[in-house]
């Protein structure tokens, strides 16, 4: 069974950078998924950030491409999610998931981490 | 990109059945067979429901069933249970390797 779990600072200042990790259990990064970020601001929908392949090659959401940067790290078996000049709408519930490949849906899903953008 | 069209909400009573919309564009609910439908508890993770718009993950009640026609993609719960409040969310390729979600739908089971 694959488990992901989000880790990362729940506080992050204005204008600074959000750093968040996602480390995979239960199965290889190394495979054929793609990996994602989704975020959900308090009260609101779903929204795509963008995805990473292990052989690092990465699609981004247009609306925040300028802002992120995704990485993997095979050796920890893990991604990371880096986005830039956060404001206070940034502030959401982030997630990591596993997205099945070609097919473009999510399978698997990290618990959420909030992260709050406030000086 | 904009986000796919669902209604705020909807509502039924228990064993009745319930259909939820989400309308895109030709851009990307129409042009491919790749939307997705997850459901959410409060304070929980999505889930999976249906993929590929009319595949049931293993698990999943075939009582959730999944459709397309045209630029609009609809989930069908039949046979309502209060565990099916929640809020359900659809998701679609949008081509150009993105994909786009839905606002989101809240299920009220009366």
């Known amino acids: 069974q694959v488990q992901l779990q989000e880790s990362g600072p729940g506080l992050v200042k204005p204008s600074g950078t959000l750093s968040l990790t996602c480390a995979v259990s239960?199965?290889?990064?190394?495979?054929?998924?793609?990996w994602s970020w989704v975020r959900q601001p308090p009260g609101k929908g779903l929204e795509w950030i963008g995805e990473?392949?292990?052989?690092?090659?990465?699609n981004y959401n247009p609306s925040l491409k300028s802002r992120v940067t995704i990485s993997v790290d095979k050796s920890k078996n893990q991604f990371s999610l880096k986005l830039s000049s956060v404001t206070a709408a940034d502030t959401a519930v982030y997630y990591c998931a596993r997205e099945v490949s070609s097919s473009w849906y999510f399978d698997y899903w990290g618990q959420g981490t909030l992260v709050t953008v406030s000086s | 990109q904009s986000a796919l069209t669902q209604p705020a909400s909807v509502s039924g009573s228990p064993g009745q059945s319930i259909t939820i919309s989400c309308t895109g564009t030709s851009s990307d609910v129409g042009s491919y067979k790749l939307v997705s439908w997850y459901q959410q508890h409060p304070g929980k993770a999505p889930k999976l429901m249906i993929y590929e718009v009319s595949k049931r993950p293993s698990g999943v009640s075939n009582r959730f069933s999944g459709s397309k026609s045209g630029n609009t993609a609809s989930l069908t719960i039949s046979g309502l249970q209060a565990e099916d409040e929640a809020d359900y969310y659809c998701?679609?390729?949008?081509?150009?390797?993105?994909?786009?979600f839905g606002g989101g739908t809240k299920l009220t089971v009366l």
């Open positions: 239960g199965g290889s990064i190394s495979s054929s998924n793609w």
């Open positions: 998701c679609s390729y949008a081509g150009s390797s993105t994909l786009v």
């Open positions: 990473i392949f292990h052989s690092g090659s990465t």
